[in-house]
């Protein structure tokens, strides 16, 4: 089998809740343009994947993966993942490793379709289900957080973050909200987004400590591998971070080495597709660490990455970025939550996606080839 064309579709997503979820994310505007990426071959299947989110169109990476990613892998075979894969990351200053991923995620995608399984199969099982967590956007109150959390524990939902407003007083006033409005023995968490210095790191991851959160996601900036350390050796509650290291598996190394953080944090989009999260979960698992995966900004991100998690026995939960309506555009069938609070992948091979091909050609803006 062999590789023949590589286009990419962008459309526009229309009707986005506008929403933020910190001071570091671009603010919602209502829409955004996505990318359908095909990857064809001379065998007649084709491999599919979503490029862009709710808040980073398509459209900013688009003409770098075509000029710089689709060379690297025509007229080659799709099973090479791993030669496929080094060539791409190659080329990762002309690009990026959101480009890289949707290349990566569309040759598993191959791969799953032309040997008739589900992606989860080709990974190796590891369970049948995950349980789901609601993970909200930023709230104007404490009272809508603990709303919200209710409403999210009463449906069966395993656990709770919260993305606060980033302002000492009212993230810990949001964090006691819920807490009272849960009960003592839900599972809560909260997720700063690279929000605070350390003194207020330190204040904050004081007071959730008290209130039993389950973990302390991303307090300081993103590369700030000295406070971190020091964070972690004054706290008891896990840390995570490592949602954003630089580079891809090789971002992984200085966190563990200077035990910097708990656990370890990821998804197809901003590690640069599946290859790379299945590498950076064993890694974590070497180290009897978790990699809790990361939300993936689209659809078929979201599906991949569910994959990833029935596939890998060191990641506990899936996440939810509220508002779904925000992740959720494109596919006929969308990952749904079970009244057990359990997400379960399709069972039709590779991705298992029924992709909305009219709406894509509705809403169609220009295909780059």
Same mark, same amino acid.
């Given at each position: 089998?062999?590789? @023949?064309?590589?286009?990419?579709?962008?459309?526009?997503?229309?009707?986005?809740?506008?929403?933020?979820?910190?001071?570091?994310?671009?603010?919602?505007?209502?829409?955004?343009?996505?990318?359908?990426?095909?990857?064809?071959?001379?065998?007649?299947?084709?491999?599919?994947?979503?490029?862009?989110?709710?808040?980073?169109?398509?459209?900013?990476?688009?003409?770098?993966?075509?000029?710089?990613?689709?060379?690297?892998?025509?007229?080659?075979?799709?099973?090479?993942?791993?030669?496929?894969?080094?060539?791409?990351?190659?080329?990762?200053?002309?690009? &990026?490793?959101?480009?890289?991923?949707?290349?990566?995620?569309?040759?598993?995608?191959?791969?799953?379709?032309?040997?008739?399984?589900?992606?989860?199969?080709?990974?190796?099982?590891?369970?049948?289900?995950?349980?789901?967590?609601?993970?909200?956007?930023?709230?104007?109150?404490?009272?809508?957080?603990?709303?919200?959390?209710?409403?999210?524990?009463?449906?069966?939902?395993?656990?709770?973050?919260?993305?606060?407003?980033?302002?000492?007083?009212?993230?810990?006033?949001?964090?006691?909200?819920?807490?009272?409005?849960?009960?003592?023995?839900?599972?809560?968490?909260?997720?700063?987004?690279?929000?605070?210095?350390?003194?207020?790191?330190?204040?904050?991851?004081?007071?959730?400590?008290?209130?039993?959160?389950?973990?302390?996601?991303?307090?300081?900036?993103?590369?700030?591998?000295?406070?971190?350390?020091?964070?972690?050796? @004054?706290?008891?509650?896990?840390?995570?971070?490592?949602?954003?290291?630089?580079?891809?598996?090789?971002?992984?190394?200085?966190?563990?080495?200077?035990?910097? @953080?708990?656990?370890?944090?990821?998804?197809?989009?901003?590690?640069?597709?599946?290859?790379?999260?299945?590498?950076?979960?064993?890694?974590?698992?070497?180290?009897?660490?978790?990699?809790?995966?990361?939300?993936?900004?689209? &659809?078929?991100?979201?599906?991949?990455?569910?994959?990833?998690?029935? &596939?890998?026995?060191?990641?506990?939960?899936?996440?939810?970025?509220?508002?779904?309506?925000?992740?959720?555009?494109?596919?006929?069938?969308?990952?749904?939550?079970?009244?057990?609070?359990?997400?379960?992948?399709?069972?039709?091979?590779?991705?298992?996606?029924?992709?909305?091909?009219?709406?894509?050609?509705?809403?169609?803006?220009?295909?780059?080839?």
């Amino acid at each position: 089998m062999k590789i @023949t064309d590589v286009t990419l579709t962008l459309f526009r997503w229309t009707g986005i809740p506008n929403i933020s979820y910190g001071a570091h994310a671009a603010q919602g505007s209502g829409e955004s343009i996505l990318g359908l990426l095909a990857i064809r071959t001379d065998a007649g299947v084709t491999g599919h994947a979503f490029l862009g989110s709710a808040t980073n169109g398509a459209d900013t990476e688009a003409a770098a993966l075509i000029r710089s990613l689709k060379p690297m892998v025509m007229g080659l075979d799709p099973f090479d993942r791993e030669k496929l894969n080094q060539r791409l990351w190659s080329r990762v200053r002309q690009t &990026s490793p959101r480009a890289i991923g949707a290349m990566d995620i569309a040759l598993w995608d191959i791969a799953g379709k032309a040997l008739g399984v589900p992606l989860y199969k080709l990974l190796g099982k590891s369970r049948d289900a995950i349980p789901a967590y609601a993970s909200s956007a930023v709230l104007p109150s404490a009272a809508a957080y603990a709303e919200e959390a209710v409403r999210f524990r009463d449906a069966g939902w395993a656990a709770y973050k919260i993305h606060p407003p980033q302002r000492l007083r009212d993230d810990i006033a949001a964090c006691e909200a819920v807490r009272r409005a849960v009960g003592d023995d839900y599972r809560i968490m909260l997720d700063s987004t690279w929000g605070y210095d350390f003194p207020t790191a330190l204040r904050v991851g004081r007071a959730i400590e008290e209130l039993g959160f389950y973990w302390y996601e991303d307090p300081l900036a993103d590369q700030d591998v000295y406070n971190y350390v020091k964070l972690r050796q @004054t706290l008891r509650i896990p840390i995570m971070a490592t949602e954003y290291p630089m580079g891809g598996l090789d971002g992984y190394a200085t966190w563990i080495m200077n035990h910097a @953080t708990d656990y370890l944090r990821g998804d197809v989009a901003v590690k640069g597709g599946i290859t790379t999260v299945m590498k950076t979960a064993h890694l974590a698992q070497a180290f009897r660490m978790n990699y809790e995966i990361h939300h993936g900004g689209n &659809s078929l991100n979201n599906l991949a990455n569910l994959h990833i998690a029935v &596939s890998i026995p060191n990641t506990e939960f899936f996440e939810v970025l509220l508002p779904e309506a925000a992740q959720k555009y494109g596919l006929l069938e969308e990952i749904e939550i079970g009244t057990d609070g359990m997400v379960r992948p399709p069972e039709k091979p590779g991705l298992g996606a029924e992709i909305d091909f009219a709406l894509i050609e509705r809403m169609k803006i220009a295909t780059l080839v």
